[in-house]
Structures are given as C-alpha cells and as structure tokens.
C-alpha cells in the first residue's frame, strides 16, 4: 500500500503535522515513526545552518589567514576534507544567508533574509537554497528590477520551498 503524506508546517517545521493518510490510517508505532523521520531531517537542517553559523565566524574573525590559509574557502576544504567547489558553495551560502560585519563595523543582515529564516528553522535545506540562490542571481540579471520585487521573489522563493 503507498502512503502519500502531506505536510503543512508552520515557518519553522518543527510543529508540522502528518496530515490526509488517503484515509488509509496511521497506528501509533507508525505516526512515531513518521514524527522521528521528520525531526531527523530538522535536526539535519538546523545543523547545516549552524555550520553556516560557523563558517561566518570563521571568516569574520580571519581564522584563515590567522592559521596560514590564503581564503576561507580553502581552510573549509582542509577543515572537512571537502572539495574546492563544496567548500566555496558553502562559503558563498554562509555569505548570503548569515549576517555579516561590515568593514566598518556594522551587522549587515542576510542577502537572502527570508530564506535564512527558513533555514535557521530547519524548513528547509541545502538542496532549496541552492534553487533560491540560482534564481536569485537570475532575478538580479533583469535590467532595471526594483530591489523590492527581487526581495518579494525572495521571501515568495523562501515560503514556497518550504511548503514543498
């Protein structure tokens, strides 16, 4: 028997409930189950954005050069034993969804605030910010777009991932 299960969640996906079972029903072993499948990629998510968390500070605080590295990227490479092109997607996504110092001296906010919400949460992961990113830098290619439609696409970008 197929089980199609929708979930709605709220902004932060932790309070999401399994809903529409096709009528089929779901045994209280298998509603555990179903709950512990869900915070396990919750938790996944909120890890990946602490490791975003990281890397900004890292970055913010020259840990790289302070250690020898020439960039943080290639400390993130040798840190976790990543590829150049894994490290430098992590270090551009750290730099769009964390916010970030100024060079003189103030917080700026994330590039991607409605996306960063979403991650900081745990409603959504690496896979969607990499769609939101690529449709971002699409969006910003548009001659004479108004920064309020582009951060309207954004926050639109950011909801819809993470109700799919």
């Known amino acids: 028997m197929l089980v199609h299960i929708r979930w ?17 029903g779901v045994g209280s072993t298998q509603q555990g189950l ?3 499948a869900r915070e396990v990629m919750v938790e996944r998510r909120r890890g990946y954005h602490r490791m975003l968390r990281l890397i900004a500070e890292l970055d913010g605080d020259g840990v790289a050069v302070a250690t020898g590295y020439q960039s943080t990227v290639r400390l993130v490479e040798d840190l976790w034993r ?6 430098r997607r992590l270090v551009d996504e750290a730099d769009d969804l964390i916010p970030r110092r ?8 994330p590039r991607l605030p ?3 919400v979403q991650v900081e949460h745990g409603a959504i992961g690496p896979e969607h910010v990499a769609v939101i990113r690529r449709a971002m830098r699409t969006i910003g290619r548009i001659a004479g777009i108004d920064a309020g439609v582009a951060a309207a696409a954004e926050e639109l970008l950011a909801d819809w991932a993470a109700t799919f």
Not at 8 to 24: C, E, I, K, P, R
Not at 82 to 87: K, S, T
Not at 102 to 109: C, F, H, V
């Open 82 to 87: 990543l590829d150049g092109p894994a490290a």
């Open 114 to 116: 409605a996306t960063a």
């Open 34 to 36: 179903l709950d512990a």
């Open 102 to 109: 100024a060079p003189t001296g103030p917080l700026l906010a």
């Open 8 to 24: 709605w969640g709220t902004v932060s996906g932790v309070d999401a409930s399994v809903n529409d079972m096709d009528g089929s």
